[in-house]
């Protein structure tokens, strides 16, 4: 039972515009959300989180948007670069701050065309 | 230079061998894990340690060992009952609810 997904494998958008990539969750217990960014044969590498009484963050050029009555997310980036291109993970924490490890998604992979 | 450290980079193990795989954090964190990620897969939790001396299973825990002797280690054996090892494993420390993951290991048995 997969309790994160991510249901688009791989996303292609052109250099300059809005890459959207979206996760959605099951679990009503996550309360923190991750977002990391992959290239292959490296660890994941933090991107931007939210908890779970937020509904947006914001860092740079990366915004996270939360619909906890969905239990929806998406990370936004613009505009889009060529360094972008690489498999991101959405991730969810059940709570006691992330102690039990975290949910991941299978992954999207964006492609950043120029 | 603060980070987490795996080695080796590539581990190529005979069936039926142990094999184990090193992870060091000069972070000064408390919290390590173990995930495993296979081709088109999440990252799924194999063990963890919340501090020196305990850990915890994940999701997968069959097959595989770990100890947390020091703050510093926490080294994963993959023994000759995991039916499935190679896949490309990620050790991970926590700050707050962030997770800082290594460089990972790929492990592929022969």
């Known amino acids: 039972d997969q309790q994160v997904k991510q249901n688009s494998p791989s996303l292609s958008v052109q250099e300059g515009r809005i890459s959207i990539l979206n996760c959605d969750y099951t679990?009503?217990?996550?309360?923190?959300f991750l977002w990391y960014k992959k290239y292959p044969a490296e660890g994941p590498t933090f991107l931007i989180s939210?908890?779970?009484?937020?509904d947006k963050n914001e860092d740079g050029r990366f915004t996270v948007f939360l619909n906890k009555s969905a239990k929806h997310l998406s990370l936004h980036i613009v505009p889009s670069q060529p360094g972008d291109s690489a498999v991101y993970f959405c991730?969810?924490?059940?709570?006691?701050?992330?102690?039990?490890?975290?949910?991941f998604g299978k992954g999207t992979h964006l492609i950043i065309q120029p | 230079d603060g980070g987490i450290t795996q080695s080796p980079k590539y581990l190529f193990r005979k069936e039926g061998q142990n094999v184990t795989l090193s992870c060091e954090q000069n972070?000064?964190?408390?919290?390590m894990y173990w995930y495993r990620q296979d081709p088109g897969q999440g990252l799924r939790l194999i063990y963890y340690?919340?501090?020196?001396?305990?850990?915890q299973k994940g999701d997968i825990a069959e097959g595989y060992s770990v100890s947390r002797e020091k703050k510093e280690s926490f080294p994963l054996t993959v023994t000759s009952a995991q039916k499935n090892p190679t896949a490309f494993y990620l050790c991970?420390?926590?700050?707050?609810?962030?997770?800082?993951f290594g460089p990972g290991t790929r492990l592929t048995v022969l």
């Open positions: 340690s919340q501090i020196v001396n305990d850990f």
């Open positions: 939210i908890s779970s009484i937020k």
């Open positions: 679990n009503s217990m996550f309360d923190y």
């Open positions: 991730a969810a924490s059940p709570g006691r701050g992330g102690a039990d490890g975290l949910t």
């Open positions: 991970a420390s926590r700050a707050g609810v962030t997770q800082y």
């Open positions: 972070l000064n964190h408390d919290a």
